[in-house]
Every structure is written in structure tokens, then in C-alpha cells.
């Protein structure tokens, strides 16, 4: 998984990196709950 995010901070490299583990992680298991 690779996604280019142009020029930002690391905060916001972070937070884009959250945002694509939760939706993967809801592709593979829609009824998890992720604390």
C-alpha cells in the first residue's frame, strides 16, 4: 500500500496513514471495532 500525499508535514503523513489502516482494516473485517 502506497499512496503519494505531496509536500506536508509528518502529522499529516500520519494522520493519512491512519485513515488508510482503518479502511483497510474495514475492507477486511466491516464488523470490527478498532479502539
Do not use: C, H, R
Not at 27 to 34: G, N
Request: charge should be negative.
Amino acid at each position: 500500500m502506497g499512496a503519494s500525499i505531496g509536500v506536508a508535514s509528518n502529522n499529516v503523513a500520519e494522520y493519512q496513514g491512519l485513515i488508510a489502516g482503518l479502511k483497510a482494516g474495514n475492507e477486511i473485517d466491516p464488523t470490527a471495532t478498532f479502539w
